[in-house]
């Protein structure tokens, strides 16, 4: 899956995926991803379909902060099926289960696809921000959703 997602070229733009991940760069991610699970301060999962088909990945972050960030990435044959609102409002459900008051979501101005998911999640948006993305910067809007 990340390698799969990292080849995606929108995916790439859009998100902080680095690009063009080898097999072994994959694993140290996912080992990187693991250790912040065991620390309680992220959880990451992969989508699948009722037959199987991976999907993407979706994961909530900064679980150490007063709002936990809930984050997606599909891969371009799941798109269009709800599969990232579903995985939004499953993370939100759960985040609300233990004990977060609120969760935010962030996306890059312009991700029109991103913006949907997050209204039909719920959230709204409430500011932005100057970061840097892949070297870059880009503007991100900040969402967010009473649990």
Same mark, same amino acid.
């Given at each position: 899956?990340?390698?799969?997602?990292?080849?995606?070229?929108?995916?790439?733009? =859009?998100?902080?995926?680095?690009?063009?991940?080898?097999?072994?760069?994959?694993?140290?991610?996912?080992? $990187?991803? !693991?250790?912040?699970?065991?620390?309680?301060?992220? $959880? !990451?999962?992969?989508?699948?379909?009722?037959?199987?088909?991976?999907?993407?990945?979706?994961?909530?972050?900064?679980?150490?902060?007063?709002?936990?960030?809930?984050?997606?990435?599909?891969?371009?044959?799941? $798109?269009?099926?709800?599969?990232?609102?579903?995985?939004?409002?499953?993370?939100?459900? =759960?985040?609300?289960?233990? %004990?977060?008051?609120?969760?935010?979501?962030?996306?890059?101005?312009?991700?029109?696809?991103?913006?949907?998911?997050? $209204?039909?999640?719920?959230?709204?948006?409430? %500011? %932005?921000?100057?970061?840097?993305?892949?070297? !870059?910067? +880009?503007?991100?809007?900040? =969402?967010?959703? +009473?649990?």
């Amino acid at each position: 899956m990340e390698v799969a997602l990292s080849a995606t070229p929108d995916v790439v733009a =859009w998100t902080y995926y680095p690009a063009g991940l080898d097999e072994q760069a994959a694993r140290e991610r996912i080992g $990187r991803q !693991r250790q912040r699970a065991a620390q309680g301060i992220a $959880r !990451r999962y992969v989508l699948w379909d009722a037959a199987g088909t991976e999907l993407g990945t979706c994961g909530i972050g900064a679980l150490d902060a007063a709002e936990p960030e809930v984050f997606y990435a599909l891969l371009p044959a799941a $798109r269009g099926r709800g599969a990232a609102t579903s995985a939004v409002l499953a993370l939100v459900e =759960w985040a609300r289960s233990v %004990g977060c008051a609120t969760v935010a979501l962030k996306t890059i101005e312009g991700n029109a696809a991103s913006e949907r998911v997050a $209204r039909r999640a719920g959230f709204t948006c409430s %500011g %932005g921000s100057v970061e840097e993305q892949h070297g !870059r910067p +880009v503007r991100l809007l900040r =969402w967010t959703r +009473v649990t």
